[in-house]
């Protein structure tokens, strides 16, 4: 069994905005696992168990970058909120992208090697990050990027520094713009449902099932007659139907008018949609959470020793 830490039941309540008990309960139940905790939640307490699931769990910025030889967009990590605002910081970031824009680097490693001078540091990009982490005193690091050939027309919007989007599309570029800034705002998961990753469809009909089953539990239970199997059945995929439509672009109700779909929005302005991508500083990253009672508690006992 699985120690649960005050550290795991706030970074859970933090991510699904559950009471705390109820956080407590599920990493219980899932043993320590925060993903099944996570499904856990949802089922006992819905949608409202999901609400803060795009929180930001590391720091860092977005930087895009767009010429004749490419577009590109990366992501640099870093310790606090503080180093975010620093013009070095700033600069380095929007060099990383520059340089995958113009160079094509196959990954962060190779970026990394790319010749790039800053604040007297260099020859290469990595020297001057670490250069910087010197200078600044904090922990810095290229995470990701992704990048687009020159021959793709593109758009992008940057919501701050912490949401990025970049969109490759014909036709109207103004159409483009405005599905960039809806991807901000909805972030989708695919552009159609059929590109939905069968991972997430797969958690989505657990989750359904589950939800199923418990009210079938208490149903039996209050001395009613449970659905049956074929209107359970109908249930759980009219749930996954729901969940695809949700985080499928095309699908979604445009954000400027929610009388049309995406699709439909497209489909007037003569707008494809090829390709997007959306980064969210800090997405997928498990911030670190120092116990300060058992930090405490281990100085005092190696004081004594």
């Not at 060099?95 to 113009?102: E, M, R, T």
């Not at 800053?118 to 990027?145: A, C, H, W, Y």
């Not at 954000?255 to 707008?271: A, C, G, Y």
Request: hydrophobic share 45%.
């Amino acid at each position: 069994m699985a120690t649960i830490t005050a550290g795991m039941v706030g970074a859970l309540r933090a991510k699904t905005d559950a009471p705390m008990m109820e956080c407590k309960k599920a990493l219980t139940e899932a043993d320590g696992d925060m993903a099944r905790a996570e499904e856990l939640l949802r089922v006992k307490l819905g949608s409202k168990a999901g609400k803060a699931a795009s929180r930001i769990t590391a720091e860092g910025v977005i930087a895009v970058s767009t010429g004749a030889a490419g577009g590109a967009m990366v992501e640099v990590n870093c310790e606090t909120d503080f180093v975010t605002k620093n013009d070095s910081f700033l600069a380095l970031a929007q060099a990383a992208a520059d340089l995958v824009a113009a160079n094509d680097p196959t990954d962060v490693d190779a970026l990394a090697a790319l010749p790039y001078s800053q604040d007297g540091f260099g020859p290469t990009l990595d020297d001057v990050r670490k250069g910087l982490i010197g200078k600044i005193g904090e922990n810095m690091s290229f995470r990701r990027f992704v990048r687009y050939g020159g021959d793709t027309k593109l758009a992008s919007y940057l919501h701050g520094t912490r949401i990025g989007v970049l969109v490759a599309y014909d036709g109207d570029e103004v159409a483009a713009k405005d599905v960039a800034m809806h991807i901000a705002a909805m972030k989708p998961v695919a552009l159609t449902s059929a590109n939905v990753p069968n991972e997430l469809i797969e958690t989505e009909r657990r989750v359904a099932m589950q939800k199923a089953t418990e009210d079938a539990e208490k149903a039996t239970a209050e001395g009613k007659t449970p659905q049956s199997p074929e209107i359970v059945q109908k249930r759980i995929e009219g749930s996954v139907a729901k969940y695809l439509k949700e985080v499928s672009l095309f699908n979604q109700a445009f954000v400027k008018n929610d009388k049309q779909s995406v699709e439909q929005m497209l489909k007037e302005r003569s707008t494809r949609i090829t390709a997007f991508t959306l980064y969210v500083v800090g997405e997928g990253i498990e911030k670190k959470v120092d116990d300060f009672a058992a930090e405490v508690a281990a100085q005092v006992a190696a004081a004594k020793g």
